[in-house]
């Protein structure tokens, strides 16, 4: 006896939206979990959206608007997240990329020679921005540290995806595993966690919920990774050498207070929301 085919792929669509409809991306979270459990491209679903769906993709697909309605990030679901035009492998064990933090790879190229430079992702998580920066220098000598060995496994598949051969990676709590080693590096990058705990409990569930408080939440203050970066990174950087970095909403001022006279060319750049995004110091 044949399987009875599943509902057309509009129909299972507009299903989802309307089970997503309290939320503001319900159509474009609809149709991405769709592609995702239908294994499907958009060309392929919008050239034929009358087309049965199968019973197993329809459960799956309803799963996956079930947990999503639960609050796990769309991201977490469709295992994929772009950043800098490129889609990265992402799971729980790493932030989810955002596309503030490309002001940080936008700073790196404005100040880059283009030569053979030899840089360092602290707190390298997914790997979306050492990975960026291999393929947009690919005379770089790029290295990618975090403290978290799952997060390095994702980040070691997303190098290998994009063939970013010249990214090696190692475990190290922010510039620890160097020590000794007289390494020195021309720019010294990273996105470091900066939530407080106050700025924690108002996250979004989400966020809270699902990503890696590890990689988010810096303590009491917010600054206290970012306090140990400015004060540990001048001894890993060439003269000249810069040190570039993410920073949360209102932190601004007090981070700028951190640079000593070791420092020059101290300078901010926003996001597309206008907000001091990330800050980039030179080292005198």
Request: aromatic share 8%.
């Amino acid at each position: 006896m044949e399987a009875k085919p599943g509902p057309a792929l509009a129909d299972l669509y507009r299903a989802g939206v309307a089970l997503l409809g309290g939320r503001p991306q319900a159509l474009l979270e609809a149709k991405v979990l769709l592609l995702r459990a239908a294994r499907l491209s958009e060309e392929r679903f919008l050239a034929a959206p009358e087309r049965p769906c199968s019973p197993q993709a329809e459960a799956f697909f309803r799963r996956l608007v079930g947990r999503r309605l639960e609050g796990v990030p769309l991201a977490y679901l469709t295992g994929t997240k772009e950043f800098w035009s490129i889609p990265f492998e992402v799971t729980p064990s790493v932030p989810v990329p955002r596309p503030e933090t490309e002001v940080l790879v936008e700073k790196v190229l404005e100040l880059s020679r283009r030569d053979k430079e030899s840089i360092v992702d602290v707190g390298t998580g997914s790997g979306c921005i050492a990975v960026a920066l291999a393929q947009e220098l690919p005379k770089a000598d790029i290295d990618a540290v975090d403290i978290s060995e799952r997060a390095l496994a994702v980040a070691r598949r997303n190098a290998a995806r994009h063939r970013a051969r010249r990214v090696r990676f190692l475990r190290s709590d922010l510039l620890s595993a160097y020590r000794g080693t007289g390494a020195r590096f021309d720019f010294i990058v990273s996105n470091p966690p900066y939530i407080s705990h106050r700025e924690w409990e108002a996250l979004p569930a989400d966020v809270r919920g699902y990503e890696p408080r590890r990689a988010l939440l810096a303590g009491e203050s917010g600054l206290e990774l970012i306090g140990r970066l400015v004060r540990g990174a001048g001894a890993f950087l060439k003269p000249g050498g810069y040190l570039i970095f993410e920073i949360g909403e209102g932190q601004r001022d007090r981070v700028l207070s951190l640079f000593g006279r070791r420092w020059t060319e101290i300078e901010t750049a926003w996001d597309l929301a206008g907000k001091p995004r990330v800050i980039t110091a030179r080292r005198a």
